[in-house]
């Protein structure tokens, strides 16, 4: 077991409501081609149309590259939203897709982008990751779930059924696969902080860049 999946494990162990964090390796590209791309003022981080939880104009920006069918971004994801909630309004985070389980992943990343045009993203966000284990199974995920479980969340199904398929969610994830591809983003999640990558990948890793980055713009 190498370093992610102990931490991963330790995660999942201490709360009962997750059950059990891996995470779905891609490619093998090396991370150092991440780290040129940044030190090149490259926008391949940040695109002006990805979600942001968070105030939009906060000086520090964690970057998640994230799959809704990754157990891993579902462990992660109350530890992002307590960085939020402890540095506000100092920090947001911007939202990379990155459908790395096939279908299950698209369906869920188009009925997300449904439910940004209905100003219900944040909400649904939530119940799609709450409910994450009865949709998106590695071994026989069931993506006709997740519209269900977004409508309970808010989303109006009748109109995300047309939303889903427009043009610019296409868009979005042609260029958000762009983006992974030529950042080498090969396992979910995948932060950066204010450009910085986390390396190593943990818990603890993560709350420290984030507070230096945080301490660093308020100095």
Known sequence: MNRRALILSLLALGSASFVGAAWYVKRQAPLESAQSLVSEGNEV?????????????????????????????????????????????????????????????????????????????????????????????????????????????GLDAEAARTQMLAPHVVGILNQDRADVEAVGVRQTPTFFVNGNPLDPFGDVELRRLVSAEVAAVQN
């Open 45 to 153: 981080l940040v695109r002006p149309y990805s979600p942001v939880l968070g105030p939009e104009n906060a000086p520090v920006t964690i970057v998640e590259f994230f799959d809704p069918a990754c157990e891993a971004c579902r462990a992660f994801h109350p530890i992002v939203k307590d960085l939020l909630a402890q540095h506000e309004p100092a920090v947001r985070v911007v939202i990379r897709y990155t459908p790395f389980h096939g279908a299950a992943s698209e369906e869920a990343i188009r009925i997300l982008e449904a439910a940004r045009m209905q100003g219900v993203f944040e909400p649904v966000l939530e119940a799609v990751l709450r409910e994450q284990p009865r949709w998106a199974s590695h071994g026989s995920p069931q993506p006709g779930l997740i519209l269900g479980i977004a409508v309970a969340a």
